[in-house]
């Protein structure tokens, strides 16, 4: 699976949008880009993936440049409870094994 | 939807005790469930991997003989850490998917810590 790379960590204040960005220079063709997120002491929680197209659902928006090396996770309306760890990862679709990085820590701030 | 449940919640036990943690679908049959080991600060790291009805597949370094996965059902999956000790302390996680074109969903984890 092709590697990702992601800030250690970012802040946004509370109401900014969040813009998460993550590079992924070698990814396959056949391999989409997911992101999970997780709050501190609790499992990972999926927030939504890609392949090529711009992707929207109700927690966020996934924008993927038109080569496919890198992607923006975007938080629209940043609240205190999105303060969490942020996980970019690429992998074939229907195959197994999610590897994890390390992550971007978001601290959202009041 | 896609609910996945993970019991116990935090289990304290003695050294040399075995300890079992379950892991359910809730409104979704799992074709694969996946087992996770998260250190203080670290990310997580895959254990194995579950097919139902079949052996698990562990990753490298991770003793299978420590390690007992059963995937006895398409909803549940279980994790028994065997003659547990200090360093098996740990943050366990599980997520399960239902292939197609869905993703995996985790459980909320199981804080095991062993005197």
């Known amino acids: 699976d092709a590697k990702t790379t992601q800030p250690t960590s970012m802040d946004c204040a509370e109401g900014r949008a969040a813009n998460l960005p993550c590079n992924h220079s070698?990814?396959?063709?056949?391999?989409?880009v997911y992101w999970y997120r997780q709050i501190h002491s609790q499992g990972p929680q999926y927030i939504i993936h890609?392949?090529?197209n711009n992707e929207t659902n109700e927690m966020a928006s996934l924008i993927i440049t038109e080569d496919r090396k890198s992607s923006t996770l975007i938080l629209p309306h940043a609240t205190l409870r999105d303060t969490a760890v942020y996980y970019c990862i690429v992998r074939v679709r229907n195959t197994d094994k999610l590897i994890f990085g390390t992550g971007t820590r978001l601290q959202v701030f009041p | 939807g896609a609910v996945v449940s993970q019991h116990p919640s935090w289990v304290i036990c003695k050294s040399g005790t075995s300890v079992k943690i379950e892991c359910r679908s809730l409104?979704?049959?799992?074709?694969?469930m996946f087992w996770y080991r998260q250190f203080p600060k670290q990310s997580l790291m895959l254990m194995a991997t579950s097919n139902e009805g079949s052996k698990a597949t562990y990753e490298q370094g991770v003793e299978k003989d420590k390690f007992l996965i059963n995937h006895a059902s398409l909803t549940l999956s279980t994790l028994t850490v065997t003659s547990a000790h200090p360093e098996d302390s740990s943050f366990y996680i599980c997520s399960a998917e239902s292939g197609g074109t869905q993703p995996q969903h985790f459980g909320d984890g199981t804080r095991l810590s062993i005197l």
């Open positions: 070698t990814i396959s063709g056949n391999e989409y």
């Open positions: 409104d979704f049959q799992a074709t694969t």
């Open positions: 890609g392949l090529k």
